[in-house]
């Protein structure tokens, strides 16, 4: 959510960052906010007139009564009608002062839900597109290969080793949910534990367990509606809601708080199980794992001052490609256009493995700067020798299996079909070095 102050300042800014996200029909909404804005300070403005007065005409009450009480009776019946006169010119006033009360509340209402569906500044540098076809790679990490024997599909591979059933998930839980079993399970369980100690010992992040649930007003604090109504479970005659990513919750730990600048920057890696409807274009994958219904993540998010914002932008991606590249899978960043940008975002860049099984990479992992947009909602705040400020928020994946399954196995695998574990991985999989067919 931008700044209200800067859409009044620079109304043409905000609707060429409009345009830039290729999202016209929503320029009508920065007159209304303009509109809207305007009618709200007006109204607060000669609430303040109301209270002013009716507080001179109380005042002037006060004198009048002990008057009153002295006077002749010729002097009470002119002093009782002034008196009578201010009392009544306060009612009137507490009545209108009621009406503007409540024009400000509802415009104030109006404001706040359109402010919400105006988009974020885009950083100058994101790459302008329409959608992810205008992505733009920047890097490649590791030399992406393809051996001379056939890779099979993931699912294939993992039920090579007695390691998934979809059947069974199908018959409990429907499509899109998943059995994981011996070694598969194991190797899962030990990306995950890995990807934690390797935040908590390389990079120095605060381990967490967030809560999976979360409230109504933090979703819509931390995401923009369109992306809420694709992903997330709400739990029925509840103000609950299932998490779709870990970062939500995070970000939600801070929401009304007030943090002395002296303890930025927050950087916290979390655990947790995540659940998606995958409502909209793309939708749960019928055969493989890539996207379906529940996943686990660890996660990294970074509260910081926000000159401080674009340098940990860098370094939360770099965590995601150091992990990847200890585990022999190479990986490219690929930088997402304006188009492809979710509202609430300054800039984003994907991490994508590669798939020698597809000859081309995929999104593992997707770190985001999302400016003071989430603070503004949450009302996090930071305070220093200059004041309070709005904080800026950040948040990148660090492994999600199993995504990470897919490509660790394809870049893994070996021609008789055992698949090596790298050294790092070794001594959470009790020193194995492969993991056999069965």
């Known amino acids: 959510m931008i700044d209200i102050k800067f859409l009044r300042e620079n109304p043409d800014a905000v609707r060429e960052n409009i345009r830039k996200k290729f999202q016209d029909a929503k320029l009508p909404l920065v007159d209304d906010a303009i509109r809207l804005d305007a009618e709200k300070r007006a109204a607060q403005q000669e609430c303040e007139q109301l209270k002013a007065a009716r507080n001179k005409l109380s005042k002037a009450n006060g004198p009048l009564y002990g008057q009153l009480k002295k006077a002749d009776e010729a002097q009470k019946s002119e002093l009782q ?25 509802e415009a104030e209402e109006k404001l706040r839900e359109i402010m919400y569906v105006i988009p974020n500044i885009i950083d100058p540098s994101v790459p302008i597109g329409p959608d992810d076809s205008c992505n733009v790679e920047v890097e490649r990490f590791g030399e992406p290969g393809v051996p001379d024997f056939e890779i099979p599909h993931h699912v294939d591979i993992m039920q090579s080793f007695d390691g998934i059933d979809k059947d069974s998930a199908g018959r409990v839980a429907g499509m899109g949910f998943y059995y994981l079993l011996g070694d598969i399970a194991r190797l899962h369980e030990a990306v995950l534990a890995y990807a934690r100690d390797f935040m908590i010992d390389q990079k120095g992040f605060t381990y967490v367990i967030p809560p999976f649930m979360m409230h109504g007003n933090v979703v819509k604090g931390v995401m923009s509606f369109p992306e809420m109504e694709a992903m997330m479970y ?18 939600g730990k801070f929401i009304d708080k007030i943090i002395p600048e002296e303890q930025l920057p927050k950087t916290l890696t979390s655990y947790s199980p995540c659940f998606r409807k995958e409502k909209g274009a793309h939708g749960i994958e019928e055969r493989g794992v890539y996207r379906i219904h529940q996943f686990e993540k660890q996660e990294m998010i970074v509260v910081c001052k926000p000159e401080d914002s674009k340098m940990w932008f860098d370094k939360l991606w770099q965590n995601t490609v150091d992990l990847f590249r200890t585990l022999d899978i190479p990986v490219r960043t690929l930088e997402c256009c304006s188009g492809d940008l979710a509202d609430l975002k300054v800039k984003s860049i994907d991490v994508e493995a590669w798939s020698p099984r597809q000859k081309k990479y995929f999104e593992v992992g997707s770190c985001s700067n999302l400016g003071d947009a989430q603070a503004r909602r949450l009302k996090i705040r930071v305070v220093g020798e200059g004041g309070k400020y709005f904080a800026h928020t950040l948040n990148n994946t660090v492994v999600a299996p199993p995504r990470m399954l ?6 893994n695998l070996c021609e008789d079909g055992s698949v090596k574990i790298p050294k790092a991985l070794q001594p959470y999989m009790g020193g194995k070095e492969k993991i056999e067919v069965k």
Request: proline share 0%; aromatic share 4%.
């Open 81 to 105: 009608k002034q008196i009578d006169e201010n009392n009544a010119k306060v009612k009137a006033d507490d009545e209108r002062r009621a009406e503007l009360e409540k024009k400000q509340a």
């Open 234 to 251: 709400k739990i029925e005659g509840e103000d609950l809601y299932l998490i779709g990513t870990s970062e939500h919750s995070m970000i």
């Open 406 to 411: 897919i490509a660790f196995l394809e870049n």
